[in-house]
Structures are given as structure tokens and as C-alpha cells.
């Protein structure tokens, strides 16, 4: 079983600050999503990395792949209270289905 | 949103029941998932399938059984249901492919009492 670790659990900052959340495993993926999920809701998929060494950006959103495709990187710029919630990384191997992270819990306090 | 429904939305229910919880799309998408969520565990695949009639075991699928008789519906039934297997519940949805982007309903929360 891949498993994949996320760092830190929790995560408590000022608005305007920035940020970043890592995604972790010794196992090689085909790709990597991040997703973000509010209280009482389901996760809504922020990006979909593929290639190794890719970024993408969304807005103040950065992702980040490893060039290696072992890890990611999710750097957030100028924090915002709505950026508050449940991060979670999932990793697809071999195969339709992704093994998700246990998630990093951000607070963005106004 | 993707059109995705689960019902209910929550149950609590005593050890030992039978439990059905339903999801139904309305986008046609060929993959559909269960997964339960727990503190510190993230989302853990239970089953899902790749069309109708057509399932496979995730990673937890002990004590749960699924089915899946139309593109739409695809069903989670715990036989007997256990303290242990209170959680939350996603249904997912995904068409598959190189991206394979899922779209989660908003989640069951089942507790056995």
C-alpha cells in the first residue's frame, strides 16, 4: 500500500501571511492532486499534476510536483479567512484510483 | 457542481443493522467511489466500480458489500454494521483517464451505536 504523508497536520496563521504544506512518500506517482475540503462538505479538486518538476498556479495558489514525482509542494501566497480548511493530497500509481494523504488543517485567522 | 446526491445524509443506527447508503449522479461518468473518512486517516478507498455490474475492492472494503445496477446508482450496504465503521462517507465520481478527476457528494455520517 502507497502511503503519503502531509506536513505540517495543522497549520494556524495571520491573514496576509504565507505559506506552504508538503505532501510526502517514498513511492513513485504517475500524477498528484491536491484537494481542499470545507466542514461539512465533500473535498473539491484544486489541480492535477503529471509531470515531474511541474508547477501550476491558481490565483495565490502554487503546486508544485517533484521533479522525482515523489512529492508536491502547495504554496499559498497572501492568505486569505476563505482559505481556511482541510488540504489534502492524493497520488494516483498504476491504475484509476488515488491514495489519499491524512491532510494539513489551515486556519487563516482575519 | 457535479450532480451527485447521497442519502441519507445522516443515520445513526445500532450494531448489528443492516445500513444502504445511496449515492446517484446525474453526469453519466463511468467510475464511482466509497470512501470513509476518519480523523488522521484522510479518505480510504472502501470499493468502487467501473461500470455497471462491474466493482473491485479498495483498500477497507471489509463489512462492506456494494452494487451497482445502473450507470447512475451504486450502492454501499453494511451487512452488519459495527462500532467501527462509524465514519463519514464520500461518494466520488470520475470519468477516468489520464487526469481522472473526482468529484465528491457531500458525504453521509453514519454512526453505530
Known amino acids: 500500500t502507497q502511503l503519503l504523508e502531509q506536513s505540517p497536520q495543522f497549520l494556524s496563521i495571520q491573514e496576509g501571511e504565507n505559506l506552504t504544506v508538503y505532501c510526502n512518500s517514498s513511492?513513485?506517482?504517475?500524477?498528484l492532486q491536491w484537494y481542499r475540503q470545507e466542514p461539512g462538505e465533500g473535498p473539491v479538486l484544486l489541480v492535477t499534476?503529471?509531470?515531474?518538476?511541474e508547477v501550476k498556479k491558481l490565483k495565490r495558489l502554487t503546486f508544485q510536483f517533484g521533479d522525482a514525482r515523489k512529492d508536491s509542494s502547495l504554496h499559498i501566497t497572501a492568505a486569505q479567512p476563505g482559505d481556511t480548511g482541510l488540504y489534502l493530497c492524493a497520488a494516483r500509481g498504476y491504475g484509476q484510483n488515488f491514495v489519499f494523504g491524512p491532510g494539513t488543517r489551515l486556519s487563516v485567522l482575519p | 457542481d457535479a450532480g451527485i446526491t447521497q442519502s441519507p445524509r445522516h443515520k445513526v443506527t445500532e450494531t448489528g443493522t443492516p445500513v444502504t447508503l445511496r449515492c446517484h449522479q446525474t453526469e453519466n461518468h463511468r467510475y464511482m467511489y466509497w470512501y470513509r473518512q476518519d480523523p488522521g486517516h484522510g479518505l480510504r478507498l472502501i470499493h468502487y466500480s467501473y461500470g455497471v455490474k462491474d466493482t473491485d475492492k479498495g483498500e477497507v472494503s471489509d463489512g462492506y458489500s456494494v452494487s451497482r445496477s445502473k450507470t447512475e446508482d451504486f450502492l454501499l450496504t453494511l451487512e452488519s454494521a459495527t462500532s467501527s465503521q462509524t465514519s463519514v462517507y464520500f461518494c466520488a465520481i470520475s470519468e477516468g483517464g489520464p487526469y481522472n478527476e473526482q468529484f465528491f457528494g457531500p458525504g453521509t455520517r453514519l454512526t453505530v451505536l
Open positions: 513511492s513513485v506517482f504517475s500524477s
Open positions: 499534476v503529471v509531470t515531474g518538476g
